[in-house]
């Protein structure tokens, strides 16, 4: 396990170096916008499937994904209605993870099995780069054991999880520190499943603008 204390001059040495062991099934620990996360290939079913192993989660619970752009999105989905344009041009990149129905590409290890999918586009410099220049999205789950409290910073990681990944990444305290706000939008509905800094009034108030 490689373990790096993130320096801005450092950046895009570091993005190829974490690249290179996600594309070889590794597993990362890198931080986002909202807290810190267990990475990997999302279209990696083997590399998915440690993700759950070290988190000890239950495979009847789903992961969310990491895009870089909208075309990439695209590109996992079977549509982007009007509305979730309007909702992903506002809040996008940022806190706010959207339920999508999912295409093939995307296994269904990654989403237990169901039909859809949750997407965000992390407000992180070093990340966006790393998905970008991947070319392909990741993984992202929240960076503990399953029930335990999601993390914000390194401090007092489980052994148990260091002792299971591959490269980490430490650039200190995350800039927001809640986990993202997840929601479905169907038309001008919104239904919230996890509420973050993004609220569902928010939301609603970007859906009812007029254009």
């Given at each position: 396990m490689k373990y790096i204390k993130l320096n801005e001059d450092e950046i895009e040495r570091r993005v190829k170096e974490a690249i290179e062991v996600i594309k070889m099934g590794g597993?990362?620990?890198?931080?986002?916008?909202?807290?810190?996360?267990?990475?990997s290939?999302?279209?990696?079913?083997?590399?998915?499937e440690k993700i759950y192993e070290i988190k000890k989660r239950k495979k009847?619970?789903?992961c969310s994904i990491?895009?870089?752009n909208k075309?990439?999105?695209?590109?996992?989905?079977?549509?982007?209605?009007?509305e979730e344009e309007k909702i992903i041009d506002k809040f996008f990149p940022g806190a706010?993870?959207?339920?999508?129905?999912?295409?093939e590409q995307i296994p269904d290890i990654v989403t237990s099995g169901l039909n859809t999918v949750g997407i965000r586009m992390p407000n992180d410099k070093f990340l966006l780069k790393v998905i970008e220049l991947l070319g392909s999205p990741i993984v992202a789950t929240s960076l503990n054991l399953a029930g335990e409290e999601t993390k914000t910073?390194?401090?007092?990681?489980s052994k148990e999880i260091l002792n299971n990944v591959d490269y980490v990444i430490d650039n200190g305290n995350t800039k927001i520190g809640v986990a993202s706000t997840v929601a479905k939008i169907d038309g001008k509905k919104v239904e919230i499943l996890r509420e973050g800094t993004i609220t569902k009034n928010m939301i609603q108030e970007v859906l009812e603008e007029e254009i």
């Amino acid at each position: 396990m490689k373990y790096i204390k993130l320096n801005e001059d450092e950046i895009e040495r570091r993005v190829k170096e974490a690249i290179e062991v996600i594309k070889m099934g590794g597993i990362i620990i890198a931080p986002t916008d909202t807290v810190y996360g267990l990475i990997s290939d999302a279209l990696n079913e083997k590399a998915v499937e440690k993700i759950y192993e070290i988190k000890k989660r239950k495979k009847s619970n789903p992961c969310s994904i990491l895009v870089s752009n909208k075309d990439m999105l695209k590109k996992v989905v079977k549509k982007v209605s009007f509305e979730e344009e309007k909702i992903i041009d506002k809040f996008f990149p940022g806190a706010i993870t959207l339920i999508f129905e999912k295409n093939e590409q995307i296994p269904d290890i990654v989403t237990s099995g169901l039909n859809t999918v949750g997407i965000r586009m992390p407000n992180d410099k070093f990340l966006l780069k790393v998905i970008e220049l991947l070319g392909s999205p990741i993984v992202a789950t929240s960076l503990n054991l399953a029930g335990e409290e999601t993390k914000t910073n390194l401090d007092n990681i489980s052994k148990e999880i260091l002792n299971n990944v591959d490269y980490v990444i430490d650039n200190g305290n995350t800039k927001i520190g809640v986990a993202s706000t997840v929601a479905k939008i169907d038309g001008k509905k919104v239904e919230i499943l996890r509420e973050g800094t993004i609220t569902k009034n928010m939301i609603q108030e970007v859906l009812e603008e007029e254009i």
